[in-house]
């Protein structure tokens, strides 16, 4: 195992392992992974923060199935967990109840809360009050609000808690209606610290592991637990498709190989390659997003073909130049990703330049095996194709057309739930009322009270849109806390007020004594002071309704949720044409399909770019304009093939499917280099089909996860891999003029 090629200077293979070892070590110790939304999305924040935003740090928990007592048990705890973890700031099992000091709380601030109207305070109306009243005594929400009762005429309270029950989370009629079995709710919001998806997700798995122990179903909704568990979900499937891999590619290169040492050397300077870019990519910036990780990785997998294709040459100088070659066309292709402005991109663009440049130059410096490899006869399969270039032009134009004609998906498969996620939501569903996930009605206003009071101009709209059937209700916190100008009506005096009392005490049947406890609690409850957000903190059943009224640098704003939506559009026109300002809804989902489509055109604009300065690259470090474009062309065919077939198999391209398609564009100018060459074109097939096997057995093993990312990866790249194979394989009828040509500079 002493051969190597002329160039650099060969380090010998121990001092290669252990090159390969330091750099992997420091990029143990040195590198700082983060999975920040916000360097993929940039400036979108709406999207990209929305785990860090207030609606972002709910969570639901919802114990179904099993005994009563056994849903109590794992109730109780799970809240000991929460309440003893230090990401969630509180934990309340089921809906907050009124106790005795808010009953009060009400009772004293009644009329600046729910001030009594001009037709409540006449005298048959207050009658009928108290009428109803003394019918109420003997009923449970008598016995709770029994020494209030009688003492309000007006109604105020009882209209006050009615609004605080239908603002409160409830099961949903069909779950009522079709007696749904027993659940244990829990409501726990996270701190405002920033988000861990590696402990929230253990959280998970520890609320999870509680629940099995009582023998109950947990349902664990909110964004933040659904975001890392469909991200360890993905990692997980990645973990076990890179072992899975890795063992079969073991295995296919030592018996292609037929040495232990051969394979090793293979497979350094891919191992030493993803660790300098590691290490390059966290000096640079900081950190490395997960994104230049994952993607990186498997992008910078192409250098394994570099020490493939020299094995085969057995260490042919002109190998090494097209390597050479190769590698520097695909970096510069993928360095454009720094214009895009984007953080994550353009890491993964400096991570597949910085790992493929130093993968093929270690390639050259580190021994080759002396046994000759086995290499599949892939020269058997060269083929001829008639106007050759006619067809990969008119290949590349279908794709092309495809790309702009046909409509992607609504929304990118790398960013929608996973169907057991959208089965629990569902499940969830069954046992309290959710709000709808798409959209998000919002009031905003320079103060709380200017918020406030357009929320309260909002509510007759949301009452009629309930009534026609677009919503079943759109709960608003001015409901039960109107601005200030709202909580100070023009109220009568007592003297006023005093002979309608009494006519109203005697037409109840009450003692005229009566009177003077109703005008005690008349002048409290006048003279009350006003209550403003903060005021409600103090009481848990109001805190939760409170955290939907938010102040930013730019004033206040107000989220009103919205359950059951059954019609958006009309609900939209009705707001629309209200034209109240401060008020939006918006589409959630349109909007993230819309920042997804925008992410799309960006990356593919850049890597466009890209490909058109690694082109002239080509063309000038190969020293062929010719060869530069009929290799281009040929690439630019294959490519167009694989984004006809993806866009009618699925619809649409995905961003990922659009990174994707980069690695195949450099594996298309790899194949190009070694196969659109009649001089040699059957050894270079043979190194080729070597190196095209190898990819095909990572990515076919990627193309059947269960994680939908993975394989829409694994199926792009293998079904690149073979359009490419097909097409640099076959001969049109200008190939034979180049018969002994070089102009790459071989020897």
Known sequence: MGRHLGGPRAWGLWPAVSATLAAAVLAILLVVPQSDPESVFGAAREHAGALEAEEGRSLVIALTGGAGADRAAAASAISAQLSANPMIATVRIGAPHADAALIDWLWQHRFRLSPPRPEDLTAEAMAATLRAALDQLTTAEGIVLGPYLLDDPTGSLLRLRARLTGLAPRPPAEAEESAAPGAEILFARFTDQTYDPTGTARLAGRLRSIAETHAVRPLLIGPRIIAAEVGQRIERAALTASALAFALLLIWLGVMLRSAGAVLACLLPLAFGVSVAAVTVQLLFGSVHVLALGFGGALTGLALDYPLHLTAHRGARRAGRLILLGAGTTAIAFLALLGAGLPAFAQTGVFVATGLSVAALSSLATPLPGRTPRLPPLDRLIWRLPAKPWVAGAMAAAGLAAAFLVPGPEIDRAFGLPTEVEADIAALRQVIELPSGRAVLTVSGASADETLSRAATLSPLLEAAREAGDITRGPNLAEILPDTARQSPPLPSWPEIAPHMARAVAEAGLALGHLAR???????????????????????????????????????????????????????????????????????????????????????????????????????????????????????????????????????LGVFQIMALTLVAGIGVDYGLFLERAEDRVTGARSTGLCAASTLIAFGVMAVSPAPVLADIGWTVSLGILAMLGLHLAESGGDRGHDGEDSTGAD
Do not use: K
């Not at 002048?523 to 939760?544: G, N, S, T």
């Not at 020293?623 to 167009?640: E, F, H, K, P, Q």
């Open 518 to 652: 109703l005008e005690a609690a008349w002048r409290a409850a006048v003279a009350a002071p006003l209550v403003h957000p903060q005021d409600l903190a103090a009481h848990p059943a109001l805190a939760p309704f409170l955290r939907n009224l938010t102040r930013s640098g730019q004033g206040w704003r107000l989220q009103i949720p919205l359950f059951g939506l059954r019609d958006f559009e009309a609900l939209h026109t009705r707001i629309s044409t209200a034209a109240i300002p401060g008020v939006t809804l918006r589409d959630r989902v349109a909007e993230l399909s819309a920042s997804v489509d925008r992410l799309q055109r960006r990356v593919a604009l850049w890597l466009g770019v890209g490909a058109l300065a690694a082109l002239a690259f080509l063309a000038l470090a190969g020293g062929s304009v010719g060869r530069a474009l009929c290799i281009g062309l040929v690439s630019a065919g294959a490519l167009g093939l694989v984004v006809a077939v993806l866009i009618l198999a699925g619809g649409g």
